[in-house]
């Protein structure tokens, strides 16, 4: 019973410890300052709208108004640095064959109509259906924020990637991107000046941290959480996870949550805490921010 008159202090001592630092994370942790901050990102370029990973759907989403492109990137045998999502072309040119294994001029046409992955039974077409270079990305949009996953471990990949995120001046800019946490500390070893988000190791370890309340004690490297919005979410876990995307928010850390393909996830996804939100479908969501009562300029301001 002693033992008991001590725990219980002891255990709310550190309960409100933990919720008093969790709504100010400040006290602790000095706010990250971000050369970009992004409430509308373009997932694969916006694919609901032109052919994935194109310069023809970067060009139409930034026509309405994106603040950041997410897309993915691998190696060309003759060491190019290409946007595409698969590293096997299959189900997006119908060759069964592997971008490394291709020299560039090599690499074939998308498919002239192509699923929308995370949109069931819809498609996107294009006049553009070639694999565009990284390079060609950074030329054409030299201000614009590009969040760049990599799938594969590949330390070639990596290093190409970094020498021309440096060469284009965009340190500050190009974020790294990895659901691996082994392919995320490659990616931080080869380029530490660029910002990164978390992978899911270390996605699954914030949320631990929150449920226990250790959160507001640890300090947090990463500048972007970017996650799937939940599908399916009661109104006790809906309120846990906006105290912490709040949290995280006022830490500095950005948070984006997708796919977004109807007005049902934005909203959903604002509602819950993101500080953006991610869509196959850019029109969509510019005429969504637009015409909703969340504004892009009241959340810049409750962010900073």
Sequence with gaps: ?????????????????????LKNPHIL??????????????????????????????????MQGTEMLEMDCHLTRDEYVVVSHDENLLRQ???????????????????????????????STGTDRKIALLEDVFRKFPELPVSIEIKENNKRLMQKVSDLVKSYDREGTTVWASMD????????????SMPYSFSMLRGVLVLLLFYTGLLPFVPLGESLLQFYLPRIMNRCVLTMRRSLFKHLAARGIQ????????????????????????????????????????SAVGTRIAFY
């Design 1 to 21: 019973m002693s033992l008991l008159y001590v725990l219980l202090p002891v255990l709310g001592g550190y309960t409100f410890t933990s919720l008093y630092l």
């Design 29 to 62: 942790h000095k706010k990250k300052r971000s050369a970009f901050y992004c409430t509308h990102i373009s997932h694969r370029g916006g694919c609901g709208e032109r052919i994935e990973s194109t310069i023809e759907a970067f060009e139409n989403a930034v």
């Design 93 to 123: 040119t119908g060759q069964d064959v592997n971008i490394s294994s291709l020299d560039f001029q090599d690499l074939p046409l998308y498919k002239e109509r192509m699923e929308v992955l995370f949109y069931e039974g819809h498609y």
């Design 181 to 192: 946490n082994t392919i995320m500390r490659e990616c931080r070893r080869t380029n530490a």
């Design 255 to 294: 948070v984006h949550l997708f796919v977004c393909n109807e007005e049902e996830d934005i909203k959903a996804a604002i509602e819950v805490g993101a500080t953006g939100v991610m869509t196959d479908y850019p029109t969509l969501l510019t005429t969504y921010l637009s015409t909703s009562a969340w």
